[in-house]
Each structure stands twice: as C-alpha cells, then as structure tokens.
C-alpha cells in the first residue's frame, strides 16, 4: 500500500522558515491533488495549503503570503514552503494525497505527521 512520509519539521523562532517534504513510497495511480494540513492541540485538523495534478493552488487565509506549496509529480512529493512563521503555526502537519479523478475523489492517503514549533 501506498505510504507516505513526511520530513522538514522542527523548532524555529518566529520569523523563521521551514520547508517540509512529503514522499510517496510508490506511484499512485491517479492523483487527485496533494496538501498540507495541520492540527494543534485542542484544536480541528485544518487545510493549510492544496495544489492540484494540474498545479492549481489554494491556501488557507492564515498563511496566504507566507507558505508555497509545490510539487513534482514525478517524484510524488509535495512541499511546503513555509516562511514568517508565527507562533501560531505550531503544529503537527500532515500530508495529504487524494486518489481519483476530475470529478470525483476515490480516496486519501495521509502521513504520520511531523511537528512544526514556532516559539522564542
């Protein structure tokens, strides 16, 4: 099954950077889009940033400005650029890969995580 493994995380002072990676262990099929969600502590899991097979982007008005996303298909890996950081991105962030079509979604793939902290 397809797996996926995420790296770049860790602490950093606010107005610092980070760019996180995400790795499929094998090609899928047939991507749908791939992205970066996050969850902190008492908090909902959020989107943070998408872009599609075709390289259209969206992002959370939150890190509009700050964070890129990007990705070669070739490689199945995703990136997330991340600069400004504010103590408020502090999280766990979790790469995303849906499986399907234009029209309809078949299934995600998700990693295991990795711990971004942003604090002086």
């Known amino acids: 099954q397809v797996q996926l493994v995420e790296s770049g995380g860790g602490l950093v002072q606010p107005g610092g950077s980070l760019r996180l990676s995400c790795a499929a262990s094998?090609?899928?099929?047939?991507?749908?889009?791939m992205g970066w969600y996050r969850q902190a502590p008492g908090k909902q899991r959020e989107l943070v940033a998408t872009?599609?097979?075709?390289?259209?982007?969206a992002y959370a008005d939150s890190v509009k400005g700050r964070f890129t996303i990007s990705r070669d298909n070739a490689k199945n890996t995703v990136y997330l650029q991340m600069n400004s950081l504010k103590p408020e991105d502090t999280a766990v962030y979790l790469c995303?890969?849906?499986?399907?079509?234009?029209?309809?979604?078949?299934?995600?793939?998700w990693g295991q995580g990795t711990q971004v902290s942003v604090s002086s």
């Open positions: 094998r090609n899928i099929f047939s991507v749908r889009s």
């Open positions: 995303n890969v849906e499986e399907g079509s234009a029209i309809a979604r078949w299934r995600d793939y």
């Open positions: 872009i599609s097979i075709g390289g259209r982007t």
